[in-house]
């Protein structure tokens, strides 16, 4: 051996030696949630400092709103008050869920007010003017829903039309559908006792009702909490400590029992409103669906880079033709719940701010415009803030112009947000 390459052997030699000796890296994510409660904390204030706000801000704003309206009107909180933003929320929140689905991949539907439209109109001549039995016109509806949105997606997904084409092309031709659908009279209205009419304006008096869905919702909360630690500690894997679980499903507690409260105690309270057990029930099978099935998985894969899905095997066609079938039943759905609460079916139904509304609510309650990230959840913090806000400005007095302008201006702010977070993502070296 050369001198030179003594050397340079005995120069390499202590890096080698230290590297050997030095501990491997760690990834801190691993290890945080077995820390305890602390851990926990500083795991949150990293996502934070990384652009990952989730659902905060939009948490954050509706205590801000609740407080603001609550002091300049006490009856915001009233009993009266939150059923009618159960209520009200309901049917535009099922359509949201159909357009988080969507903007999950990236994409955009524009024809939901229309489609919402058809399928009120599919209803309404089936089940009033023909007599057909009022559950076989509500399911039909829902289908011929379901059939517009399976035709988007083969156009988007099978011909290569833009989603934004397509969509807006329905939202056109749907809408001169629904004027067809309805005649020359322009309107039917909800017969009496009817199921699209209980859809809004059946309430479940019992006090049992209302805390027995609280008792519910916390046990299946809880459970889905310890079930998803043992899961994760089988596989050796980080999990959740007891103190986080126990902290998580306080909260939850708290906030269900206090709502359940105010529904069922105060003079004149009317109870829980069957709207928003059926709102609740569509949230809590689309969310197992979007995140328990590979189903889901396959969404936000799609969404996220769609060649890289179809390397991996996935059938990216059926993905975008399917979400576009969930969108157009989901919009169909809550068309059935708009016309309850305007007493029938019309030529206009669904049109209006009702589109912008059902967007805006997915964006505003967390999900991301760019695709692969959000939560089906999103779409009743959204609903909530929009409708807390319209709520607290009538009681207020007013004027519907101002309500929109608000509301823009809390859609550009989630926009903004959801801008600046993926930037600092960037800048993290997180996405």
Request: glycine share 12%; charged share 15%.
């Amino acid at each position: 051996m050369s001198d030179l390459t003594k050397k340079t052997a005995d120069a390499t030699e202590p890096d080698r030696t230290e590297a050997a000796e030095a501990p491997a890296a760690v990834d801190p994510r691993l290890l945080v949630r077995e820390q305890g409660l602390a851990g926990y904390l500083s795991e949150f204030r990293r996502r934070v400092r990384g652009g990952e706000l989730g659902s905060l801000p939009v948490v954050v704003g509706l205590i801000v709103i609740a407080v603001v309206f609550q002091l300049k009107n006490s009856a915001f909180l009233s009993a009266d008050s939150l059923a009618n933003i159960g209520v009200y929320t309901s049917g535009l929140g099922i359509m949201a869920v159909g357009i988080v689905f969507v903007l999950l991949l990236g994409e955009i539907d524009l024809s939901v007010g229309s489609v919402a439209g058809v399928g009120a109109a599919v209803w309404a001549v089936l089940s009033v003017t023909h007599g057909v039995s009022d559950w076989l016109a509500v399911l039909l509806a829902v289908a011929a829903g379901a059939a517009i949105g399976t035709l988007h997606g083969f156009f988007f997904a099978k011909v290569g039309v833009p989603a934004f084409v397509v969509t807006l092309a329905g939202f056109l031709g749907w809408s001169g559908l629904q004027i067809w659908l309805m005649g020359k009279e322009g309107s039917i209205n909800t017969p009496s006792g009817s199921v699209v009419e209980n859809l809004t304006g059946y309430y479940f008096e019992d006090k049992a009702a209302a805390y027995g869905l609280a008792l519910v919702a916390v046990l299946a909360y809880a459970g889905s909490l310890l079930w998803e630690a043992r899961r994760r500690r089988a596989a050796a894997l980080p999990s959740r400590p007891a103190s986080e679980i126990a902290l998580r499903t306080g909260v939850v507690a708290v906030l269900a029992f206090a709502v359940a409260y105010v529904l069922n105690e105060p003079a004149g309270a009317r109870g829980l409103p069957l709207a928003l057990v059926l709102f609740l029930a569509v949230l809590v099978l689309a969310d197992f669906v979007v995140r328990r099935t590979s189903y889901g998985r396959q969404i936000f894969a799609v969404g996220g880079n769609a060649e890289a899905a179809r390397r991996a095997g996935i059938n990216v066609n059926r993905v975008r033709v399917t979400v576009f079938a969930v969108s157009g039943l989901l919009a169909a759905f809550g068309g059935l719940f708009i016309a309850s609460l305007s007493g029938g079916a019309t030529k206009n139904l669904g049109a209006g701010n009702t589109l912008m509304n059902v967007i805006a609510a997915a964006v505003i309650g967390g999900t991301s415009l760019f695709g692969g990230r959000g939560k089906i959840w999103s779409a009743l913090l959204g609903m909530l803030v929009i409708q807390s806000i319209q709520q607290g400005l009538n009681l207020l007095g007013m004027a519907s112009e101002i309500q929109y302008m608000i509301t823009g201006a809390v859609l550009l702010a989630a926009v903004v947000i959801d801008s600046l977070s993926r930037r600092t993502q960037k800048t993290a070296g997180r996405t």
